[in-house]
């Protein structure tokens, strides 16, 4: 790992919003509830003390270092996916790289059959929070049995004093096939509109921020939805290219994690944040460097074997100025 982003001056005018799908990180203990059978140190997997203290440090290390090329510091907020529960939580804040960025954590268990969930960590002396809510996607199978899938996660509270609500998604996955899947997605959508209506019916001028994997790109029909009916901006339409994006499946990029603003952070006030830019966070250490998958997430696993990298996934994030 290189420390190429030390010495970059600290901007206190700025904060970063990170968003992280962090590919699987259960603790080493079997939960009967869920289905986290191939995370135990007796699995297929054999997921390790070892294994997980490593991969708690370099999630660390990445984390801290998303946005700190524009703003010298570690990012004020981060939304997780794919955590097993509290306790991983809490082992990630106090890794090497995390213990002394003053992070914090919002998490609840959901119903996903996988017992993973989304979370948002936060640095309590920029963050404050007021109001947490966890909301249920109701979604049936083809044969009517409910199908449970990530809770989506509301948090509001003051970002170096200025009301923000962060929502915080995990959409169902293209597993069965993009068409097949695509109505659990569209609802999800559906489910993220009204919680945001909501919000605005309190204060029309709320400051709302959507991220999260969703599983879709920034043209597909969730997504538009999603934008067109909440009035909100998405920076990684223009992001996505075909070298370049947030996840890789047979060798094609995909923008499946994004952050989605609200169109006030446009609007300039010289003491409120304003939308600065955008990007994913793909440093070279994220990658793999050599072999026909050079340029590619670094994984932790690649199916049953253990790689010992970062996730399938890189982070994205977004620059507030004041």
């Known amino acids: 790992m290189t420390d190429d982003f030390e010495d970059i001056p600290v901007r206190h005018d700025m904060q970063t919003l990170g968003f992280y799908n962090i590919?699987?990180?259960?603790?080493?203990k079997n939960n009967k509830y869920t289905n986290d059978n191939d995370f135990l140190p007796a699995s297929a997997k054999k997921w390790t003390?070892?294994?997980?203290?490593n991969k708690l440090r370099k999630i660390g290390y990445a984390i801290s270092n998303i946005g700190r090329?524009?703003?010298?510091?570690h990012p004020a907020l981060v939304g997780l996916a794919e955590v097993e529960n509290a306790s991983v939580i809490e082992n990630l804040i106090n890794s090497k790289h995390l213990e002394n960025c003053n992070y914090d954590y919002v998490h609840f268990d959901s119903l996903d059959e996988r017992g993973i969930d989304v979370a948002l960590l936060y640095d309590t002396t920029i963050f404050e929070v007021l109001h947490t809510e966890t909301f249920t996607v109701e979604l049936m199978t083809l044969d009517a049995f409910p199908d449970y899938t990530r809770d989506i996660l509301l948090v509001s509270g003051l970002l170096d004093g200025e009301k923000v609500h962060v929502i915080v998604n995990h959409w169902s996955s293209r597993r069965e096939g993009?068409?097949?899947?695509?109505?659990?997605?569209?609802?999800?959508s559906d489910k993220a509109n009204s919680i945001i209506t909501a919000i605005k019916e309190k204060n029309e001028?709320?400051?709302v921020i959507v991220m999260g994997d969703?599983?879709?790109?920034?043209?597909?029909?969730?997504?538009k939805q999603l934008t067109e009916?909440?009035?909100?901006?998405?920076?990684?339409?223009?992001?996505?290219?075909?070298?370049r994006g947030s996840s890789k499946h047979k060798r094609q990029w995909f923008m499946f994690d994004q952050i989605l603003v609200s169109t006030n952070y446009f609007k300039s006030s010289k003491d409120e944040f304003e939308f600065f830019k955008a990007d994913i966070f793909d440093e070279?250490?994220?990658k793999l460097f050599n072999g026909p998958f050079k340029g590619s997430p670094f994984r932790t696993y690649v199916g049953k074997k253990y790689k010992g990298g970062y996730s399938d996934h890189f982070p994205v994030y977004v620059v507030f100025k004041k």
């Open 23 to 28: 590919e699987n990180l259960f603790d080493l």
């Open 49 to 53: 003390p070892k294994r997980y203290q």
């Open 69 to 73: 090329k524009e703003t010298g510091k």
């Open 178 to 188: 993009q068409l097949e899947t695509e109505f659990k997605r569209i609802a999800s």
């Open 205 to 207: 001028d709320a400051k």
């Open 214 to 223: 969703f599983n879709d790109n920034p043209q597909n029909d969730s997504i």
């Open 229 to 243: 009916t909440s009035n909100l901006f998405n920076p990684f339409e223009t992001l996505r290219s075909f070298t």
């Open 284 to 286: 070279d250490f994220l």
